[in-house]
């Protein structure tokens, strides 16, 4: 079994061509907690609730292992688990993910106003109706190299999740939780004992390639593969590239 775990402020739309790898392996895509259609309690959305939320999903489907495939936030959470639960997870695919030292790697000033920038949730729901549309256009800019790919119907798509129920609350708490990523994690990739598979876009206008090729340096048994004319998320850029080398490391 594959678990997909999607980034911050992402959903399960952002795995949609990976779902032909159930040709070859069960594949499941939910939506984080907080996170698209799954809940959005009241709660601090704390690395270690998103954490218990996966391992939850996989004693409910009877899992007792599966590899963890996390772009972003997501490769966060699948490292947090690889740590907290070794046990449960097999192997690693991590796809632009969270670096050490998140703020310092971070290139994107647009991802570091959303990061710097404390203003009260009433504040921040305000503009989110007034500018939500313009901004999540912006966002979508930054993170995909390609701009022809961002259509009109991915628009609506992606404006249709950012209006479901009330998503500024569980991403200003990640936000603030962000770090406890570096206290409890970070410092631990060295850790890490699990085959990883490293993949990073390209053209990655929010973490360059570097920040991947120091990850691969702190993960042991750790390997990189930059995938051309791809941005932050490049399973939805270069599905057919991100895939085949998903199965070829997953081979037995």
Avoid at 40 to 50: E, V
Avoid at 119 to 147: C, D, I, Q
């Amino acid at each position: 079994p594959l678990i997909l775990l999607h980034g911050y402020g992402g959903s399960m739309w952002q795995w949609e061509y990976q779902q032909s790898l159930t040709a070859h392996f069960r594949v499941i895509t939910p939506d984080l907690l907080g996170s698209g259609l799954s809940d959005k309690p009241d709660i601090d959305y704390r690395p270690a609730a998103l954490i218990e939320s996966v391992r939850g999903l996989m004693d409910a489907l009877g899992l007792p292992a599966a590899t963890l495939i996390g772009n972003s936030m997501g490769g966060g959470v699948a490292i947090g688990m690889a740590l907290t639960y070794p046990d449960r997870v097999h192997r690693l695919v991590l796809i632009d993910t969270l670096p050490d030292h998140v703020r310092e790697r971070l290139v994107s000033p647009l991802m570091q106003r959303a990061l710097n920038t404390h203003a009260p949730a009433w504040l921040a729901r305000f503009a989110a109706s007034l500018f939500g549309s313009r901004t999540m256009e912006a966002v979508l800019k930054e993170v995909v190299y390609n701009h022809d790919l961002i259509t009109p119907l991915v628009l609506d798509r992606s404006n249709r999740n950012r209006q479901r129920e009330d998503m500024v609350g569980p991403l200003l708490s990640l936000r603030d939780s962000l770090p406890l990523w570096e206290q409890q994690f970070a410092p631990r990739l060295t850790e890490l004992r699990q085959s990883t598979l490293i993949l990073w876009g390209e053209q990655d206008r929010l973490f360059p390639p570097q920040v991947g090729r120091d990850l691969q340096a702190m993960i042991p048994q750790a390997r990189l593969i930059v995938i051309p004319e791809a941005g932050h998320i490049p399973q939805w850029e270069q599905p057919q590239a991100v895939n085949r080398h998903i199965r070829e490391f997953l081979q037995p």
